[in-house]
């Protein structure tokens, strides 16, 4: 039972423009969102996150906007850069009681093309 | 800066082999966790430890097994590889949650790439 998807397996921007990468969850339970870039052979490094009291959370280039009533977030970067040619995988959780996990999605492959 | 290390970037081992994964973080996180990583299929959670000596399983555990002796180190067992554990594995830390915001955040390794013959 996939609690967060990702449902673009891979997505193509032109330098320059506005990447839009989606995520949707299904357990209402979830209050932290956060989102991961992963280059090839490294591990994941946190990119940006959100709570559920807030909508939008910016960062210089990255914004993530979350709509809790349709459990969807997604992730802008504005200006994409060539740089930015990664794989994003965001996340949710909740308190466990002893320790927060994180549920992650499968995966969105982004590539800049100049 | 967080600091998450672990053992072997690259590792290649026999079916039946025992696979010691080891993982070492620097920021004194009492909460540490072992993912694999599979196409498609995400970052799926094999088991975390949220003090010394204490684990749980996450969504995956089966074939697997961890150890956790110190707060800094947090290792990963394989008692007999198989080959459908050929993955990318990677170890995570956290602070503990209490809750504040933020402090789910967790700090990743470079990863281990695990191919059983």
């Known amino acids: 039972d996939q609690q967060v998807k990702q449902n673009s397996p891979s997505l193509s921007v032109q330098e320059g423009r506005i990447s839009i990468l989606n995520c949707d969850y299904t357990?209402?339970?979830?209050?932290?969102f956060l989102w991961y870039k992963k280059y090839p052979a490294e591990g994941p490094t946190f990119l940006i996150s959100i709570s559920s009291i807030k909508d939008k959370n910016e960062d210089g280039r990255f914004t993530v906007f979350l709509n809790k009533s349709a459990k969807h977030l997604s992730l802008h970067i504005v200006p994409s850069q060539p740089g930015d040619s990664a794989v994003y995988f965001c996340a949710a959780s909740f308190v466990t009681g002893t320790a927060s996990k994180l549920t992650f999605g499968t995966g969105t492959r982004l590539q800049v093309t100049l | 800066d967080v600091k998450v290390t672990q053992s072997s970037r690259y590792l290649v081992k026999r079916t039946g082999e025992k696979v010691f994964l080891e993982c070492v973080q620097d920021m004194d996180h009492e909460n540490m966790f072992w993912y694999r990583q599979d196409p498609g299929l995400g970052l799926r959670l094999i088991y975390f430890?949220?003090?010394?000596?204490?684990?749980e399983k996450g969504d995956i555990p089966e074939g697997y097994s961890v150890s956790r002796e110190k707060k800094e180190r947090f290792s990963l067992i394989l008692e007999s590889a198989s080959t459908n554990q050929t993955s990318m594995y990677l170890c995570a830390s956290s602070t503990a949650s209490g809750r504040e915001w933020g402090t789910d955040t967790q700090y990743f390794g470079p990863g281990t790439r695990l191919t059983v013959l």
């Open positions: 430890s949220y003090d010394v000596k204490m684990k």
């Open positions: 357990n209402s339970m979830f209050d932290y």
